[in-house]
């Protein structure tokens, strides 16, 4: 009996497969960053669960790296009962087919935090020394839009 069907059959499924790991485009990939801002302006943070995202601006850039081909940066307002104006920022690199969240920075009246991948060291005007630990760790209890963002609108900090 001939393996040529079978052969035949593996190649039609390997061509198949090929095809669907064509590259993102830059309109996919905005519109797939525009469904995580989305989610942002719905969302609700900090001890009190009243702040939310204002304002929020955005771009996507072309990156000259192929196994990263678009950055991404949103920028918005924190906003909090106190009425200051709080804000934040976040960078984006699309890796392996979806959009990872690097860093971010959290500034706000009485505080400065500094986010890279799950890692934070906050200064604070109440208090000498920074505080550095892990968003992950067990008993963590911040309540900040980058943990929100990191933890629940992505999957640490990856693209759902």
Same mark, same amino acid.
């Given at each position: 009996?001939?393996?040529?069907? &079978? ?9 198949? /497969? ?39 601006? !955005?771009?996507?850039?072309? /990156? ?7 950055? @991404? ?25 979806? !959009? ?10 009485? &505080? /400065?935090? /500094? ?11 109440? @208090? ?11 008993? &963590? ?20």
């Amino acid at each position: 009996m001939s393996k040529l069907p &079978n052969l035949l059959m593996a190649l039609v499924v390997a061509g198949f /497969s090929l095809g669907a790991a064509d590259p993102v485009t830059e309109a996919q990939a905005r519109s797939r960053l525009t469904r995580i801002i989305d989610q942002m302006e719905k969302a609700r943070f900090c001890q009190s669960g009243r702040c939310r995202y204002g304002d929020v601006r !955005w771009r996507v850039t072309k /990156s000259d790296k192929p196994e990263r081909p678009f950055t @991404g940066l949103i920028r918005a307002e924190i906003l909090r009962p106190s009425k200051t104006v709080d804000k934040a920022r976040y960078e984006f690199e699309f890796v392996g087919g979806r !959009w990872q969240l690097m860093r971010g920075t959290e500034t706000t009246d009485v &505080n /400065s935090a /500094s986010y890279v991948g799950d890692s934070y060291d906050f200064t604070s005007v109440y @208090g000498r020394t920074p505080v550095e630990g892990k968003l992950t760790a067990p008993g &963590n209890d911040l309540e900040t839009g980058y943990k929100l963002l990191y933890l629940k609108i992505m999957d640490r900090g990856k693209e759902k």
